[in-house]
T-cell receptor
């Protein structure tokens, strides 16, 4: 069974600081890995998707890395802003059935 | 593109009521739709997978008679929580996928269900 863990569960930083969010998964048989953003009481917004054959993806201030063999991914957010405050979820697509397994998320607060 | 609309966004109702939640793909045909449940500060848990025109497949531990899923068209799936009780209160999110199994899922905005 695929288990996805995100550490830390919560993070508070001053504006301008870089953010580092961690995700680990137990089964390396993944098709891809996604990072999502979730605002309170809202659905999910996809931020980055990394295929299993890729090492990283970048979009603006966001960069995500993937080390499939060690079961880890890291999301970096550069120069954080108060608008980055949200919960960030990591999810892996399982290779056997293409279903998503989610972590519990990291709740980020960026202080102005 | 790839917009999924979920309705209603919030429901408050009395215990024993049945509640229907709709999930629509607005600009693509969703061959598969997924229903998730999320408790506060916990991860999304897959409840069931539905393919257009066939019966839904439920995850272990999910009562299919409690959570009725219908996927009658390529753009609409519904989740009905039957005879809802306070323990059914949760955040329900749908997602939709078009085409092959390896295509990404697109998520709705979720429904906050509160049973009094």
């Amino acid at each position: 069974k695929q288990e996805v863990t995100q550490i830390p569960a919560a993070l508070s930083v001053p504006e301008g600081e870089n953010l580092v969010l961690n995700c680990s998964f137990t089964d390396s048989a993944i098709y891809n890995l996604q990072w999502f953003r979730q605002d309170p009481g809202k659905g999910l917004t996809s931020l980055l998707l990394i295929q299993s054959s890729q090492r990283e993806q970048t979009s603006g201030r966001l960069n995500a890395s993937l080390d499939k063999s060690s079961g880890r991914s890291t999301l970096y957010i550069a120069a954080s802003q108060p608008g980055d405050s949200a919960t960030y979820l990591c999810a892996v697509t399982r290779s056997n059935d293409y279903k998503l397994s989610f972590g519990a998320g990291t709740t980020v607060t960026v202080r102005a | 593109g790839a917009v999924v609309s979920q309705h209603p966004s919030r429901v408050i109702c009395k215990s024993g009521t049945s509640v229907k939640i709709e999930c629509r793909s607005l600009d693509f045909q969703a061959t598969t739709m997924f229903w998730y449940r999320q408790f506060p500060k916990q991860s999304l848990m897959l409840m069931a997978t539905s393919n257009e025109g066939s019966k839904a497949t439920y995850e272990q531990g999910v009562e299919k008679d409690k959570f009725l899923i219908n996927h009658a068209s390529l753009t609409l799936s519904t989740l009905t929580v039957t005879s809802a009780h306070p323990e059914d209160s949760s955040f329900y999110i749908c997602s939709a996928r078009g085409g092959a199994h390896n295509q990404p899922q697109h998520f709705g905005d979720g429904t906050r269900l509160s049973i009094l």
